[in-house]
């Protein structure tokens, strides 16, 4: 069973409570890998974070993945990246809704392997990612998602699968939904000749020199996040008592958005509020602490841009590593301080959701089962 411990206890009362730095987004902070000499039975110790498994073929781009979205390595620096060996672990905590383990295992891995201990790997709550380089030749590769999903499907029915066919900028707008297609299509046919038609699988068209992998790992985050359809609500009631036509509740260091509200997302926006981001936090590193003062912003803090399409930007911190971020039209700015308290009413309601979420931590300690039960209220 897992253990809430009191330092667990600190962490999640300081992200909120007396602890909680506002606008001191650290632009430092990286996520350390895992001690790299822990062998599997520690990596795969049962808690309870879900974990995202990496996986695809050798050179097919897992670890860049990892690197551009986690560790704000560069697109063009992944080209030194050297071949991962062995599965490689890493703990995601930032806020308390973005709590899992990822895992990036080397590219030629076997699964027939006595090693290969597929109960550890695939089994409790998680989603596996398959990586497909879609420059290459990729019948091999679907060769191997194949084998892995049944694999995996057999020793946990619940396990998720998600297949970012990859590396997509190399190829015309038409080329990528003809490989979408073509893909998607053999992978079906692949499953239902097996007769296991009722495993479902996501494709992404990815690329880690845009904000579509940034996308992507959002949607795949979010699945994990069991008070998504919540936060959801909170944001559909505060968009429309406010007049704003799109916000996103942002991880602010992977800039991966945790939720958003229900009407659909287009690119543009998310790149935009994507370098909203960047501004605010390069912005608060250059000029956020003055003579003598720990912590740049207080809890009132908060950016808004004016573009030049009369279109504003609004951003505010919700907790340490979560950052709200709208986009209105300036007409509607106008009655900026409805949106001001609409936030405060909205930072509560999160705030709401964050304590259930860590009372049923507590509460875990006190139960037997080893299910976390994380259901927030439904508002
Ligand atoms: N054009 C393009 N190249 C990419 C992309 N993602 C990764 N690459 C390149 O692909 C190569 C292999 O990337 P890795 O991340 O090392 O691949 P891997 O799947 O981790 O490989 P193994 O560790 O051997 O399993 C590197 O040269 C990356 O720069 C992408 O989106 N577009």
Not at 195 to 218: K, N, P, R, V, W
Request: glycine letters at 6%; proline letters at 4%.
């Amino acid at each position: 069973m897992t253990s809430y411990t009191q330092e667990d206890d600190e962490h999640y009362r300081g992200e909120f409570g007396a602890g909680y730095e506002v606008g001191s987004f650290p632009k430092d902070f990286v996520y350390g890998p895992d001690d790299p000499d822990q062998d599997l039975t520690q990596i795969f110790a049962p808690d309870q974070k879900p974990k995202i498994l990496l996986m695809g073929l050798r050179r097919s781009g897992k670890s860049s993945i990892q690197k551009v979205v986690f560790h704000k390595m560069t697109p063009n620096e992944t080209l030194f990246l050297e071949s991962t060996n062995k599965i490689e672990s890493e703990n995601i905590s930032n806020s308390s809704f973005v709590q899992f383990k990822i895992l990036d295992f080397p590219g030629q891995i076997d699964f027939f392997e006595p090693s290969f201990d597929s109960e550890k790997i695939f089994g409790g709550h998680g989603t596996l990612v398959f990586v497909i380089d879609a420059q290459d030749d990729y019948m091999e590769a679907l060769t191997r998602l194949h084998q892995t999903v049944l694999r995996a499907h057999k020793v946990n029915p619940h396990l998720r699968f998600e297949v970012f066919i990859h590396k997509v900028d190399g190829l015309s707008d038409d080329t990528k939904i003809e490989t979408q297609r073509d893909i998607h299509q053999r992978v079906n046919d692949e499953l239902s000749d097996a007769g296991m038609e009722q495993i479902h699988l996501s494709f992404y068209l990815t690329s880690i020199y845009d904000h579509s992998i940034f996308e992507a790992f959002s949607k795949v985050v979010q699945k994990l996040i069991p008070q998504l359809p919540t936060l959801e609500n909170l944001l559909n009631i505060f968009i429309s008592n406010s007049g704003i036509e799109k916000a996103f509740l942002f991880d602010v260091l992977s800039k991966i958005y945790i939720a958003t509200d229900s009407s659909p997302v287009d690119m543009q926006s998310y790149e935009l509020c994507c370098e909203m981001i960047d501004v605010v936090i390069d912005i608060s590193d250059i000029y956020g602490k003055a003579d003598g003062m720990q912590v740049p912003f207080d809890k009132d803090s908060s950016s808004i841009i004016k573009l030049n399409n009369a279109t504003v930007l609004y951003l505010r911190e919700v907790s340490r590593y979560l950052a709200l971020v709208c986009i209105l039209r300036e007409d509607n700015f106008d009655r900026q301080g409805l949106i001001d308290y609409n936030f405060l009413c909205f930072r509560n309601g999160i705030q709401e959701v964050f304590d259930v979420h860590t009372s049923q931590l507590q509460q875990l300690t006190h139960s037997t089962s080893p299910h976390l039960q994380t259901n927030g209220p439904t508002s």
